[in-house]
Each structure stands twice: as C-alpha cells, then as structure tokens.
C-alpha cells in the first residue's frame, strides 16, 4: 500500500523529473554538437581532403578558384572523380594540383604516353606540384629526363624550393616557375609549387595573369580529384543529394524523434494520487464469525455446536439434561437451542 506523500515531497518529485527532462536535453544537444565536429564540420570546411583539393576551403584547399572560376561567364568547370582517361571531350584544361614531386619523378615511360595521349586530341594538362621537402636532396628524373627532357632539383635559396630544369622544347611562364610544352594538338604545364592556386595564394599574393595563363584557351575547366583517392562509387549519400532526399531524411528523423519521446512520457496529466483512510480492523466477535464462515457449512453449524456444548458442559450439568438437550436438539433444533440456553443460564 503506497503512503500518502505530503506537499513538500510532491514538489520535490516534480523538480527532480524537471531537472531530468533539462538534463537529458543538455545531453542531447551535446551529443549533436559533437557529431557536427567530428562528421559534419569536416566536410563542410574540407579538412578531410588532401592539400590542394577543390572541395577544401580552408587556406590548404583550391575551393576558391574552383568557385571563381565557375562564376565567369562562358565557363564550364567540374570535378573529375574518375580516371582522366574517361573524359570523352577535348578542348579541356585539366588540373591536377597537390602533386608529389618526388613520386612523380620516378614515374614510367607507361605513365608518361598516357600522359601524352590524354592531351593529343587537344586538352591541356596542368601539374601543379607540393612544396618540396625541408632538405637539398636533388632527385632524378630517369623517364621523364629522358623522354620529356625535363628535371626536378631542389636548390635552397631563402628557402628549399624546386626548380624545373627543362629542355628547349619547354617554353617557361612569365612570374612563376613553370613551363610548357606541346604535345600533338594539346600541350602540358608543370608548375614548381601549387600554392599560388591555393585558397590562401588566391587571398594573400593573387595573379590572375599568371592563372589566365595557366588556363589558356580552353572554355572547360576541369579539377581532378581522382588522383586524391575521391573516387564516385554511387553512394547512398550521392543519391540523397541527386534526388534532393535530406528533407526527407530530416522529417523522418523528427518522427522517430517524437516517437521516442512520445514513448517515454505521456502527454496527459499526471494522475493525482489519492490519500487512502485509516484501516478499520475486526473485533474478536466479527473475526469467530468469519471463521466459522470458511470453517463450517451452513447447514451442519448446529451439530457442530451441539457437539461442542455437549463436550463443555457434560461434566457439569446432570446427565439427564444434557441427555434432554441432546434429544431435544434432534427433535426439534428450535427447542433444543432454548433448552440448552436455560441449561447455561441456570448454571450461570
């Protein structure tokens, strides 16, 4: 049996589920804030990208030429995520920044005809390398040295920088380190640091002549992200955005939401719960009454009883009259009950 609670710990109760509710809300605002830094936040500023990506906007990323670039009017400029072989149409200035130069110098003749096939019909290809590494080693180039002529050194000026040393078939770019050279209707551009097309190059030294130059003729821009390892696998995150699904996905998370809400209160009051009254007990004559209620059938109470009466008062009363009740109580249960209530009252 609940006890009653008196006022103060009505209050109390109220308060603590109060506190509760706010503190399983704080919990929860918590947990969302640290989802959108850990999975959100990244994507949204591109940290999980390398250097030099067009989806990066932080200073080490090429989100704002991308971005600019796509304003200019008879422009079309895109993201490639798959292999640069796949472009179908020529005519396009290819960027490939964030190159590693030391990998790039121990590339294969393969690597290099492939190269040279993929700009044959008329595309232009930029290679914008990193920064060099804090030391003067100087790498060969083997395949590249030989077959293209060309050679990447490190020389320490005010710093370690790199140098492209390049035959005469290469003709240099005014104002930065960087060179071309034409192969069949397309040419290639190889670009000793890609930070001038940074986010950060763009904001603090920015040379649209030298971009321009870069770029040449071609109306189609095209950034490579496949050589990042941001490859397009059909994923399910693709399509959402594709068929414009995250409202969608935002309503039916609100629905599961309140479902679990709903779940765990009620929208209705609080039941008001009832003090209970004092608990009336049974006195000695209730309680033999109830015993012999569930003890002895109705119909042979009034053996019972003889048998009792005549058990208690055989001894004490004369024989004959006990016999006389006895006989009586057969006879006649209504004569031998007032017979057996004189016998007790003469004894009395």
Sequence with gaps: MALPHSDSERALIVLMKAYSWVFAVALLVVLAWGLEQVAIAPLQTGEVYPPYSSLRSDPMGAKALYESLSELPDLTVERLYKPRITLADSGAAILVLGTDPIGWS?????????????????????????????????????????????????????????????????????????????????????????YPLSNEGLREARDS??????????????????????VETGSVTKLMRKYRLEGAVAMLALVAGLFLWRSASSFLPPRQTRASGAVIGRDSAEGLTALLHRGVPEKALLEVCYAEWVKTWRGTAPPHTVEEVVRMGKDNPVEGYRAACRVLTEKR
């Excluded at 990193?130 to 490190?154: G, N, T, V």
């Excluded at 189609?220 to 990042?228: A, G, T």
């Design 209 to 230: 002549a030298f971009i321009s130059q870069l770029l040449g003729s071609d109306r189609r821009i095209v950034f490579d992200e496949n050589h990042f390892g941001v």
């Design 106 to 194: 121990a590339v294969k003749d393969k690597t290099l005809e492939e190269y040279e096939k993929l700009v044959h019909r008329g595309d232009r290809l930029i290679i914008g390398f990193l920064p060099p590494p804090a030391h003067e080693e100087s790498h060969e180039a083997q395949a590249a040295e030989e077959r293209w002529h060309i050679k990447l050194i490190y020389r320490k000026t005010s710093g370690p920088a790199l140098h492209i040393v390049a035959g005469p078939e290469w003709r240099p770019l005014a104002g930065h380190e960087a060179v071309e050279r034409n192969f069949g209707a397309g040419s290639i551009v190889l670009v000793a640091d890609s």
